[in-house]
């Protein structure tokens, strides 16, 4: 079971670095900007200097085991830290190529079980800048191009749009995809959805072939519902 679950890890972290290197970078182009990196700066002594605190609404607008159904079960810390799924690890992804953005969240869930392993992660994003925000839009304004680029980014078997995905927050994409890991066919459902001056990813990993209990567009839904509340 644990290398089931090895697997379906390994698949969701390579789904989101490659959400994290190709959406804020592609969709800069595309808006005609260049692109902003990070930046550290120092006090007068050289040392670096504190990072604004996370956003408290945010933070506690996170996914919890009371939005999924009662075959899941959550990651602790150290389940997390055991399966590779870090908040650091996770967000470092990401905000190594957004200026300002930090996550706010990380939180994980496994559905137990041979044939039908699940493996939920959702994390929220913020603050983008306001030409991140129109290059995330432009982006994801063309599905069919995302998904073109990312079968080739990841080396998937298949990639394709998620149905009901494009309705959610001010802008958003839903990809399913499909890979071989190490012989076992798994599919990653993933959708990114932005909400004013946030990013948040959901995403589900199953078997190829089982259906997940709950859907990546559901857990997408819930999470917005929570980041509009957040956010008033």
Do not use: W
Not at 163 to 177: E, F
Not at 188 to 197: C, F, K, N, P, T
Request: with cysteine.
């Amino acid at each position: 079971m644990k290398r089931t679950y090895a697997i379906l890890v390994t698949l969701l972290v390579l789904v989101s670095t490659t959400l994290a290197c190709n959406l804020p970078t592609r969709a800069a182009e595309r808006a005609g900007e260049p692109r902003n990196l990070p930046q550290t700066t120092a006090n007068s002594e050289g040392a670096q200097e504190t990072e604004e605190p996370l956003d408290e609404d945010l933070v506690n607008a996170a996914l919890t085991l009371d939005d999924l159904p009662d075959s899941f079960s959550a990651l602790n810390e150290r389940q997390m830290d055991e399966f590779g799924i870090s908040k650091e690890g996770l967000g470092n992804s990401f905000t190594s190529a957004l200026s300002e953005a930090r996550p706010q969240n990380v939180t994980a869930f496994h559905r137990p079980g041979l044939a039908n392993a699940q493996i939920v992660v959702s994390t929220v994003l913020a603050p983008l800048t306001a030409v991140e925000r129109i290059a995330f839009d432009v982006y994801m304004a063309n599905p069919e191009m995302v998904a073109s680029e990312f079968a080739g980014e990841v080396g998937a078997q298949e990639v394709r749009l998620i149905p009901g995905a494009r309705q959610i927050g001010d802008s958003s994409v839903g990809l399913s995809l499909l890979s071989d890991m190490n012989g076992i066919p798994m599919r990653s459902d993933a959708v990114i959805v932005r909400r004013a001056q946030t990013i948040q990813v959901a995403m589900i990993s199953y078997p190829d072939g089982g259906t997940p209990d709950i859907s990546a567009v559901e857990i997408a839904q819930i999470m917005d519902q929570k980041i509009d509340g957040a956010l008033r």
